[in-house]
T-cell receptor, first 114, second 115 residues
Framework: DSGVTQTPKHLITATGQRVTLRCSPR?????VYWYQQSLDQGLQFLIQ???????AKGNILERFSAQQFPDLHSELNLSSLELGDSALYFC?????????????FGEGSRLTVL | AQSVAQPEDQVNVAEGNPLTVKCTYS??????LFWYVQYPNRGLQFLLK??????LVKGSYGFEAEFNKSQTSFHLKKPSALVSDSALYFC?????????????FGSGTKLNVKP
């Protein structure tokens, strides 16, 4: 158990809908990362927050947004969903203050768009 | 820009034989390198990292990795493979230049260990 909690584990929805994925980082970790893993593809970095502030942005679509709250949990909002958004979405956390720190991943939220 | 490459989509090895999963990197400056393993329908698990020091890094589950600066490689190794090692393996490098908050992952290598 990495200590990173993601909910929901599975989500099935229709095109055009909006969903919210939630992540609780490990106790003490200030940094949260979001990744997308599609079938036959590697990990695509979406966005990273540190202590409530956005610190790095990857290939995140404009239809997607995220935030980190004062209690350090994070939410990834996906709107106007398309079939191609079906994927496994991972949250990861790290202490954030050390450049040598590794990421700890949650079990992921599997999104299926029908 | 920082990047890692995993040249093999799949590696097949017999149980009991040594295994190697390859990773090469491209960074400006000294690299911070990581290996992760992903079992089916699970999140990625940290195996080991190289930050500085000894070129041979030991990690979880008997895995080790060898950092080779001249060849810009960080290959994952295990002396004797187990069927339970079958999984997807990712190499990653941390951007220590412009934005050390970024991690770059390779495309992954599927390891198949046959009994």
């Amino acid at each position: 158990d990495s200590g990173v909690t993601q909910t929901p584990k599975h989500l099935i929805t229709a095109t055009g809908q909006r969903v919210t994925l939630r992540c609780s980082p490990r106790s003490g970790d200030l940094s949260v990362y979001w990744y997308q893993q599609s079938l036959d593809q590697g990990l695509q970095f979406l966005i990273q927050y540190y202590n409530g502030e956005e610190r790095a942005k990857g290939n995140i679509l404009e239809r997607f947004s995220a935030q980190q709250f004062p209690d350090l949990h994070s939410e990834l909002n996906l709107s106007s969903l398309e079939l191609g958004d079906s994927a496994l979405y991972f949250c990861a956390s790290s202490v954030g203050s050390s450049r040598a720190g590794e990421l700890f991943f949650g079990e992921g939220s599997r999104l299926t768009v029908l | 820009a920082q990047s890692v490459a995993q040249p093999e989509d799949q590696v097949n090895v017999a149980e009991g034989n040594p295994l190697t999963v390859k990773c090469t990197y491209s960074v400006s400056g000294n690299p911070y390198l990581f290996w992760y393993v992903q079992y089916p329908n699970r999140g990625l698990q940290f195996l080991l990292k190289y930050i500085t020091g000894d070129n041979l890094v030991k990690g979880s589950y008997g895995f080790e990795a060898e950092f080779n600066k001249s060849q810009t490689s960080f290959h994952l190794k295990k002396p004797s493979a187990l069927v339970s090692d079958s999984a997807l393996y990712f190499c990653a490098v941390r951007d220590i230049g412009g934005n050390f908050n970024k991690f770059y992952f390779g495309s992954g290598t599927k390891l198949n260990v046959k009994p």
